[in-house]
């Protein structure tokens, strides 16, 4: 693949490597957006039809993207944090049982469990990340698999970590959760869009989004994958397009005991959302043309020798295998302030993140060997 920069409209003496906080938006969704709100100048030109259509072809666009069995599986929400609000509502989970969460994970899928520990009387183990610099992603991978036990109802943390981009073994943690009887709950928020990801082959039962950054929507729009497992679940709330034959505007008083099929019960309120549905469904027809194995592999030829340098000059990055190419934290060599780093790195006009101690690096198809030169001089 070749660089995208032409297809996004950003600044061109900056070097935004900084992906993971939100991403630059595409022209193609700038427009779909821009199209989009001038329609609702003739409110006629919007058929009862379109509140169905436009939702039907984007859930079968992030079906594709996640190699979910239908586009049923897929609903739509506006936070990470209503997501897991779903799934921690329709899990089962017994006093004394466990909840294993990675240690400084996004707090949206945290807090969630932590009031479901609370009602129910259930634990929370959280698995430390190893201070160890060598194999520091392995390690913490077995340290995953080793919390798992009879006791556990829920996994939930992410495929990668937030801060480290650690990357996480989720086959072999689905299987053993699975073989206690839990659930694998996954935020895909800063993998899905630019790491592969196949919820079968993986064994996840849920897989929640948000969709501003990798999947390079606008900010207030999601996705959740949720399981068969869950399709009899409570919804967080009861919207009317939810139900059985909401189709007809006409008999909606005709209230009805019955959902529309699979995931769409879990559907946010006014998830027909013009504008935004139109604007990610650009953005999601992007991601699938470019492929995200293309996206790995033009991340990890823009950064695998820097990094090696990096290394070499006394910066820790954990090794190739277990880490993602599109984001990964750096540690500064002894007591460095990572927030002064940052502040050198603006002033040259480089734009990263500092998350946990880590100074997060997470390039994208719209950078360039000069973005990584620029930002390899300062370090
Ligand atoms: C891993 C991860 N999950 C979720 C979010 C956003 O959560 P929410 O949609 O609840 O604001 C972020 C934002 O940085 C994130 O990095």
Same mark, same amino acid.
């Given at each position: 693949?070749?660089?995208? /920069?032409?297809?996004?409209?950003?600044?061109?003496?900056?070097?935004? !490597?900084?992906?993971?906080?939100?991403?630059?938006?595409? /022209?193609? +969704?700038?427009?779909?957006?821009?199209?989009? +709100?001038?329609? /609702?100048n003739?409110?006629?030109?919007?058929?009862? #039809?379109?509140?169905?259509?436009? $939702? $039907?072809?984007?859930?079968?666009?992030?079906?594709?993207?996640?190699?979910?069995?239908?586009?049923?599986?897929?609903?739509?929400?506006?936070s990470?944090?209503?997501?897991?609000?779903?799934?921690?509502?329709?899990?089962?989970? /017994?006093?004394?049982?466990?909840?294993v969460?990675?240690?400084?994970?996004?707090?949206?899928?945290?807090?969630?469990?932590?009031?479901?520990?609370?009602?129910?009387?259930?634990?929370i183990?959280t +698995?430390?990340?190893?201070?160890?610099?060598?194999?520091?992603?392995?390690?913490?991978?077995?340290?995953?698999?080793?919390?798992?036990?009879?006791?556990?109802?829920?996994?939930?943390?992410?495929?990668?970590?937030?801060?480290?981009?650690?990357?996480?073994?989720?086959?072999? !943690?689905?299987?053993?959760?699975?073989?206690?009887?839990?659930?694998?709950?996954?935020?895909?928020?800063?993998?899905?869009?630019?790491?592969?990801?196949?919820?079968?082959?993986?064994?996840?039962?849920?897989?929640?989004?948000?969709?501003? $950054?990798?999947?390079?929507?606008?900010?207030?729009?999601?996705?959740?994958?949720l399981?068969?497992?869950?399709?009899?679940? +409570?919804?967080? #709330?009861?919207?009317?397009?939810?139900?059985?034959?909401?189709?007809?505007?006409?008999?909606?008083?005709?209230?009805?005991a019955?959902?529309?099929?699979?995931?769409?019960?879990?559907?946010?309120g006014?998830?027909?959302?013009?504008?935004?549905?139109?604007?990610?469904?650009?953005?999601?027809?992007?991601?699938?043309?470019?492929?995200?194995?293309?996206?790995?592999?033009?991340?990890?030829? &823009?950064?695998?020798?820097?990094?090696?340098q990096?290394?070499?000059?006394?910066?820790?990055?954990?090794?190739?295998?277990?880490?993602?190419?599109?984001?990964?934290?750096?540690?500064?060599?002894?007591?460095a302030?990572?927030l002064?780093l940052q502040?050198?790195?603006?002033? $040259?006009?480089?734009?990263?993140?500092?998350?946990?101690?880590?100074?997060?690096?997470?390039?994208?198809?719209?950078?360039?060997?000069?973005?990584?030169?620029?930002l390899?001089?300062v &370090?």
């Amino acid at each position: 693949m070749f660089c995208q /920069k032409d297809k996004f409209d950003l600044e061109p003496h900056l070097h935004y !490597i900084n992906g993971a906080y939100m991403s630059p938006q595409l /022209k193609a +969704v700038e427009a779909a957006g821009l199209a989009a +709100v001038s329609r /609702k100048n003739r409110p006629y030109s919007i058929a009862p #039809e379109d509140f169905f259509s436009g $939702k $039907k072809r984007l859930r079968a666009l992030f079906a594709q993207l996640i190699h979910a069995p239908s586009a049923e599986h897929v609903a739509f929400i506006p936070s990470v944090s209503y997501g897991i609000g779903i799934v921690a509502r329709n899990v089962s989970i /017994k006093p004394g049982q466990t909840i294993v969460l990675t240690e400084a994970q996004f707090p949206s899928n945290v807090y969630s469990w932590l009031r479901l520990a609370e009602e129910q009387g259930a634990e929370i183990i959280t +698995v430390p990340m190893p201070e160890a610099r060598e194999n520091r992603g392995q390690i913490w991978n077995e340290r995953i698999l080793d919390a798992i036990d009879g006791r556990t109802a829920v996994v939930a943390m992410g495929h990668i970590h937030w801060a480290t981009g650690t990357l996480f073994d989720l086959k072999a !943690i689905s299987d053993k959760v699975h073989a206690a009887g839990g659930v694998l709950v996954i935020d895909g928020t800063q993998s899905v869009g630019a790491l592969p990801h196949d919820v079968q082959a993986l064994g996840v039962d849920a897989l929640i989004c948000g969709g501003y $950054k990798w999947l390079m929507g606008p900010y207030g729009f999601g996705y959740a994958y949720l399981s068969e497992r869950f399709w009899n679940g +409570v919804p967080l #709330e009861e919207n009317w397009i939810n139900r059985e034959n909401s189709e007809n505007f006409a008999d909606l008083t005709n209230y009805r005991a019955t959902y529309q099929p699979g995931a769409l019960r879990f559907d946010v309120g006014e998830s027909s959302n013009f504008i935004m549905v139109a604007m990610c469904t650009a953005a999601l027809e992007q991601l699938l043309e470019w492929g995200q194995e293309s996206i790995q592999a033009y991340c990890h030829d &823009l950064t695998r020798d820097a990094v090696v340098q990096w290394q070499a000059r006394g910066y820790w990055a954990d090794d190739a295998r277990y880490r993602a190419q599109h984001l990964f934290g750096i540690q500064l060599p002894d007591g460095a302030d990572p927030l002064a780093l940052q502040q050198q790195l603006k002033a $040259k006009n480089i734009l990263v993140s500092v998350r946990g101690g880590f100074v997060r690096i997470s390039p994208n198809v719209y950078n360039d060997p000069a973005d990584i030169a620029a930002l390899s001089a300062v &370090l």
